[in-house]
């Protein structure tokens, strides 16, 4: 079964510090690793799209990274800001439909 | 992208009463998808919606408890039918966009519906 593990579930960090999230992944054959932003009460927006021959992209402050050798991934956010505060969610393609796999997402509380 | 209205953005609900959910998109896309998600927990696949036939419903979902509407390739319906506690969540609809070809296919998002069962 394809599935997405993110960590940690929450952090707390104090405003213009950096932090890094995590997401491990067994979806195979793989097609595409996602992160998405969901703030409070709204629906997920996409941060970064990476397929396999990519291993960093940046959107901003955010700069996501991926092994497909070991299958895992990273958010790195840099100089945090009030509104970053959210949850932000893996998502993983599989090259056969296309089907996403979640994770649970990571809770982000900025704080000032 | 795409811009995914929906509507209600929130409902307080009876047990045992229905809701339909509308999803509208600002283009014409050809899969509409249904999520659901519980608190603290990732977004589930409920069904796609396709125009012109019925939807495909993922493995615990079934048509007479979540029916679908998908009269044209903007606007999509959820219908939550006989609702206990357990159906309390965040009900979202997506479409599929493209970005950068094959394979890269991004997701758009509503901003979701919160259900909550009394």
């Known amino acids: 079964k394809n599935q997405v593990e993110q960590s940690p579930q929450s952090l707390i960090i104090l405003e213009g510090k950096n932090c890094t999230l995590q997401?491990?992944?067994?979806?195979?054959?793989?097609?595409?690793l996602r992160w998405y932003k969901q703030d409070t009460g709204r629906g997920p927006v996409s941060l970064t799209i990476?397929?396999?021959?990519?291993n960093t992209k940046s959107n901003g402050r955010y700069t996501a990274t991926l092994d497909a050798d070991t299958k895992q991934s990273s958010l790195h956010i840099t100089a945090s800001q009030l509104s970053d505060s959210a949850s932000y969610i893996c998502?993983?393609?599989?090259?056969?439909?296309?089907?996403?796999?979640f994770g649970a997402g990571t809770t982000v509380t900025v704080r000032a | 992208s795409a811009v995914i209205s929906q509507k209600p953005s929130r409902d307080i609900c009876q047990r045992g009463t229905s809701l339909t959910i509308q999803c509208q998109v600002d283009?014409?896309?050809?899969?509409m998808f249904w999520y659901r998600q519980q608190p603290g927990q990732s977004l589930t696949l409920i069904a796609t919606?396709?125009?012109?036939?019925?939807?495909?419903?993922e493995s615990g979902f079934v048509i007479d408890k979540f029916p679908i509407s998908r009269p044209n390739l903007t606007f999509s319906t959820l219908t939550v039918s006989n609702m206990s506690p357990e159906d309390s969540s965040i009900y979202l609809c997506?479409?599929?966009?493209?970005?950068?070809?094959?394979?890269?296919?991004?997701?758009?998002f509503g901003p979701g519906t919160r259900l909550t069962v009394l």
């Open positions: 283009s014409q896309v050809t899969m």
């Open positions: 997506s479409v599929d966009g493209t970005s950068g070809g094959a394979g890269n296919n991004e997701q758009f």
């Open positions: 919606a396709n125009q012109g036939s019925e939807a495909t419903y």
């Open positions: 997401c491990n992944y067994t979806v195979s054959p793989f097609s595409n």
């Open positions: 990476m397929t396999f021959s990519e």
């Open positions: 998502v993983v393609s599989d090259d056969n439909d296309y089907k996403l796999s």
